[in-house]
């Protein structure tokens, strides 16, 4: 039984026996409470601080409209708070015809959504929109630029359409290219799986260096893991993008469906958190391939450019004195 519970998903284990979850007005009264706390603490030692030689790592969220990334970004903000859960991203828009039109991405660095000003190198987050099921030579480029950090913000990534993709194919980086990749979906049996959109997200990641995949399915509350049709949709998800069980969650979001009385919005609910911070840890996790910094040598050169600049500004200060007495 317990190996049928996690070939579903590693984070079976972290759920309750009992699948409900009550929120409390109180987040010290929610049985998961002592766990959150002590997860907090482990991502943030592994994330490291900003005396360590590395930079935040930048993870991309993506999939289709409505599995429920923007959801899963502020469950995330919130499961590394212990104040309350915030609407920090904007969810539930991706339009009435269930559609976005264009493709964006937006970035979400610390400073956004983690409020104690300590110094832990907590991770910049990419939420990236409107993608649709195919793998086309442009969704592919797409792909590639953002994860290459090759694209502008918030710029509108239809246009390559017109323009040719050298539009995009800038010489300077725009963002520090990608270092994990997050793909999220709904876990409801009768929406079908994007297979044309996981095949360009793998063609994509390849592209450059293996960047890592980890896969979430989202709506756990109304689709749990008992369910026959669920199970044979997760099967199926973590197929397509070769999760092995560490890099693949089956969660339940922060929502009204689950807390219809709003107390999430004066606190946290620790027994959503838990499973979304296991998920988390190991998303940090330290692989050997991660970036550091671009070392000493062009702080050095900024440092030696700058002390020149100032030399010669006294320099000729002083010869526009000597100038002036003359
Ligand atoms: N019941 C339930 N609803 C969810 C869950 N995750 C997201 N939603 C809802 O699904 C809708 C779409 O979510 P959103 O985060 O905007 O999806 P996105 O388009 O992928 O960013 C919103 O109305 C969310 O409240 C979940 O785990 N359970
Ligand atoms: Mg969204």
């Known amino acids: 039984m317990k190996r049928d519970v996690l070939e579903n998903s590693f984070v079976e284990q972290y759920y309750s026996q009992a699948q409900h979850i009550i929120p409390q007005e109180n987040q010290k009264n929610d049985p998961k409470y002592e766990e959150k706390i002590e997860l907090i603490k482990e991502c943030q030692e592994i994330a490291g601080t900003d005396l360590s030689t590395k930079p935040p790592l930048n993870i991309a969220i993506i999939g289709l409209p409505g599995g429920g990334k923007s959801s899963l970004l502020n469950t995330i903000f919130a499961s590394f708070s212990t104040s309350c859960w915030e609407d920090i991203v904007q969810f539930g828009s991706f339009g009435t015809l269930g559609k976005q039109f264009t493709t964006r991405f937006k970035s979400f660095p610390k400073d956004v959504y983690y409020k104690p000003t300590d110094a832990y190198l907590m991770p910049t987050f990419l939420d990236m929109t409107g993608f649709e099921d195919e793998d086309s030579a442009k969704t592919l480029a797409l792909l590639e630029l953002v994860f290459a950090g090759r694209i502008r913000e918030e710029e509108e990534l239809t246009s390559a359409k017109s323009s040719g993709f050298n539009y995009f194919i800038r010489k300077g980086v725009c963002h520090r290219p990608v270092d994990r990749i997050i793909v999220v979906c709904t876990s409801n049996p009768d929406d079908n799986l994007p297979p044309s959109f996981?095949?360009?997200?793998?063609?994509?990641?390849?592209?450059?260096?293996?960047?890592?995949?980890?896969?979430?399915?989202?709506?756990?509350?109304?689709?749990?893991?008992?369910?026959?049709?669920?199970?044979?949709?997760?099967?199926?998800?973590?197929?397509h993008l070769a999760l092995p069980q560490h890099r693949f969650a089956h969660i339940i979001n922060y929502c009204?469906?689950?807390?219809?009385?709003?107390?999430?919005?004066?606190?946290?609910?620790?027994?959503?958190?838990?499973?979304?911070?296991?998920?988390?840890?190991?998303?940090?996790?330290?692989?050997?391939?991660?970036?550091?910094?671009?070392?000493?040598?062009?702080?050095?050169?900024?440092?030696?450019?700058?002390?020149?600049?100032?030399?010669?500004?006294?320099?000729?200060?002083?010869?526009?004195?000597?100038?002036?007495?003359?």
């Open 256 to 326: 009204d469906d689950i807390d219809s009385e709003g107390v999430h919005t004066t606190t946290t609910i620790p027994s959503l958190d838990v499973p979304v911070l296991q998920l988390m840890k190991q998303v940090l996790k330290t692989r050997k391939d991660d970036p550091t910094f671009p070392t000493e040598k062009l702080v050095n050169n900024r440092d030696i450019l700058s002390m020149l600049a100032f030399i010669f500004a006294v320099l000729a200060f002083i010869y526009v004195l000597l100038i002036s007495n003359s």
């Open 198 to 239: 996981f095949n360009a997200v793998w063609k994509a990641k390849k592209k450059h260096r293996e960047i890592p995949v980890y896969g979430v399915m989202t709506f756990r509350d109304k689709y749990p893991p008992n369910n026959e049709r669920v199970k044979f949709k997760i099967q199926e998800f973590r197929k």
